[in-house]
């Protein structure tokens, strides 16, 4: 599975970006998708996951409530509806692909896109 995420830029704290990952495959239907991020100066950070269907979702604590993963296996994407933008989440974004149990460990995921950076100003 190859990945492409795309949808970064720059936007002011309270607005919303769409983050998109385009994958390349024939057996994207059957992963689990996540998102992660990794800001200058720290840890990659798990920041929402889904079930290969898409009727299980996961996400972690700093965005709940303000982001939403959701993907098309017909399309092959999977996208990150970002809502309620702060400074903090100031990032670089992944997507990756986990052909394994649903998961938040960075290291349960084969498959990494390259980053889209997402810039909050205050």
């Given amino acids: ?14 607005g919303s970006l769409r983050l998109s990952c385009a994958a390349s495959g024939r057996t994207f239907s059957r ?3 996540g998102w992660f991020r990794q800001a200058p ?6 920041v929402a ?3 290969p269907n898409g009727y299980n979702t996961y996400s972690g604590d700093s965005v ?3 982001f939403t ?6 399309e092959k994407q999977v996208y990150l509806q ?4 702060k400074p903090e989440d100031t990032a670089d974004y992944y997507c990756a692909a986990n052909g394994g149990l649903m998961s938040k460990d960075a290291r349960g995921y084969e498959y ?3 980053g889209t950076q997402v810039t909050v100003s205050s």
């Fill in 1 to 14: 599975v190859q990945l492409q995420a795309s949808g970064g830029g720059l936007v002011q704290a309270g």
């Fill in 31 to 33: 992963y689990h998708m």
């Fill in 41 to 46: 100066g720290k840890e990659r950070e798990f």
């Fill in 49 to 51: 996951v889904i079930s």
């Fill in 64 to 66: 709940k409530g303000r």
């Fill in 69 to 74: 993963i959701s993907r098309d296996n017909a």
């Fill in 82 to 85: 970002m809502n309620s933008l």
């Fill in 112 to 114: 990494w896109g390259q």
